[in-house]
């Protein structure tokens, strides 16, 4: 079964707009955390944001934020006024528990493209 | 302060043959990963290390990949022999700890092409 799962290939969202990046996951652990990564056409994966499942607020980092609903095991980012630099794939990933390994599972990504 | 550090950044080689990938972590970052990108795919981790020793390594195909960390902070991957499959871009990256919120950083990756 995925463990994360982004079920948006593709979004294409005018310049300024606010957009929501869908992201759901899977897991029975109690503990456990929720990243958002981007990925320009250069490759590199830039951190956005973190969310920690015994966080009460969510996260926010200027433009992001990060909508997480626990109980629907929902962790959505939200990136506010979009740019032409905010093009490019996204990732959600959780970090598990697993016996202290602390690894990083990811999505398969969303593909964001801002138009001018 | 430097990012994590990766080469080479491109390389193509002939299937059976091999290949080595060289990371360099972030200064005192004591955890270091592998992972494998295959197009249009998130990443995979294939391996992490605390300093010098391995965490996890249950998706790295043993049979023929191969990772150290020597003195817990240069980290190689090694692929021998090298299939059609192994095509996709290594990323290396390195956290403070791996634990908490500390986020990993990723080097710009190394794509390789198997022909």
């Known amino acids: 079964a995925q463990k994360i799962t982004q079920t948006q290939p593709g979004m294409f969202v005018q310049e300024k707009e606010a957009v929501t990046l869908d992201c759901t996951y899977d897991t029975s652990d109690q503990s456990y955390g929720l990243f958002w990564y981007k990925q320009p056409s250069s490759g590199e994966m830039i951190f956005l944001i973190y969310q920690g499942s015994y966080d009460e607020q969510n996260a926010t980092e200027g433009r992001y934020s990060l909508n997480f609903q626990k109980a629907r095991k929902s962790a959505n980012l939200v990136i506010s006024a979009s740019q032409l630099g905010d093009s490019a794939m996204y990732f959600c990933?959780?970090?598990?528990?697993?016996?202290?390994?602390?690894?990083?599972?990811f999505g398969q990504g969303t593909r964001l493209t801002i138009n001018p | 302060e430097a990012g994590v550090a990766q080469s080479p950044r491109y390389k193509i080689i002939e299937k059976r043959q091999s290949v080595a990938f060289w990371c360099n972590p972030i200064s005192g970052h004591a955890t270091l990963y592998w992972y494998q990108q295959i197009l249009g795919q998130g990443p995979k981790l294939l391996i992490q290390f605390q300093n010098n020793g391995v965490v996890d390594d249950s998706q790295l195909p043993k049979d023929r990949f191969s990772a150290e960390r020597l003195k817990g902070v240069d980290s190689t991957l090694k692929i021998q022999p090298a299939k059609l499959e192994d095509s996709a871009v290594y990323l290396c990256?390195?956290?403070?700890?791996?634990?908490?919120?500390?986020?990993?950083?990723f080097g710009p990756g190394t794509r390789l092409t198997v022909l």
């Open positions: 990933a959780m970090r598990e528990d697993p016996q202290g390994a602390q690894k990083l599972v």
């Open positions: 990256a390195s956290s403070l700890d791996g634990t908490g919120g500390n986020e990993q950083f």
